[in-house]
């Protein structure tokens, strides 16, 4: 079965930095589009980003752009969200998820065209 595991997350200072942790297990994720959602309590998943692995291109969400940047290990199946500059407003469940169907041409994918996804880790950012 194909499993994801987020992790990193914690409690952090509005203006610093947190790095969150996609370990994939069961696949290779070479070719697959990975994303990353956050959702507050009470309030609806919001996208954060899409990542074609296929040539490395990144579609991020207006929310977070200039200050979180995606990168994966092919390798070790693994993708890292360092997220900068963080606020209040960041503070929400991130989830890493994957589409087995890739795009040739990457956008912000909607959550349902993913298809499997990790549990979730939790970042607070601190006013």
């Known amino acids: 079965e194909v499993q994801l595991q987020a992790s990193g997350g914690g409690l952090v200072q509005a203006g610093g930095s947190l790095r969150l942790s996609c370990a994939v297990s069961g696949f290779t994720f070479d070719d697959y589009d990975i994303g990353w959602f956050r959702q507050a309590p009470g309030k609806e998943r919001e996208g954060v980003l899409s990542l074609s692995t296929k040539d490395g291109t990144t579609y991020y969400a207006d929310s977070v752009k200039g200050r979180f940047t995606i990168s994966s290990d092919n390798a070790n199946n693994t993708v890292y969200l360092q997220m900068n500059s963080l606020k209040p407003e960041d503070t929400a469940v991130y989830h890493c998820?994957?589409?087995?169907?890739?795009?040739?041409?990457?956008?912000?994918?909607?959550?349902?065209?993913?298809?499997?996804w990790g549990q979730g880790t939790l970042v607070t950012v601190s006013s």
């Open positions: 998820a994957i589409a087995a169907n890739y795009l040739q041409w990457i956008r912000l994918r909607t959550a349902d065209e993913y298809d499997y």
